[in-house]
């Protein structure tokens, strides 16, 4: 089992940054690829960002290519998502979510391939 705690998540105005941070707990960090989604009320969940199991590949949605940046540092068994440059449309619930079947280079944008969520973090951006 792996436990996940989203947090940072807040009102910031269009054009501020955030910093969302997962805490898991449960496993080895380093033996799972972490992701972020995101979710607004009516739609489906959609990737964000996601980082291997070694912190060497990463992949973000084209949405938010250069103004987000995931990371991880497995001493601390924690997993970041520093937003820039944000806009209303970023305005959603954010989940971090943990993949276990990954081998160490491998990333993935699929939600459907990750085996546990966290309970979300509420960001809204103001205009």
């Known amino acids: 089992q792996v436990q996940l705690v989203e947090s940072g998540g807040g009102l910031v105005q269009a054009g501020g940054s955030l910093r969302l941070s997962c805490a898991a707990s449960?496993?080895?960090?380093?033996?799972?690829?972490m992701g972020w989604f995101r979710q607004v009320s009516g739609k489906e969940r959609e990737f964000v960002a996601a980082i291997s199991r070694n912190d060497g590949n990463k992949n973000y949605a084209d949405s938010v290519k250069g103004r987000f940046s995931i990371s991880r540092d497995n001493a601390r068994n924690t997993v970041y998502l520093q937003m820039n440059s944000l806009r209303p449309e970023d305005t959603a619930v954010y989940y971090c979510?943990?993949?276990?079947?990954?081998?160490?280079?491998?990333?993935?944008?699929?939600?459907?391939?990750?085996?546990?969520w966290g309970q979300g973090t509420q960001v809204t951006v103001s205009s």
């Open positions: 449960g496993r080895t960090f380093s033996s799972y690829a």
């Open positions: 979510a943990a993949d276990i079947g990954k081998t160490s280079w491998a990333v993935s944008g699929n939600l459907y391939e990750y085996d546990y």
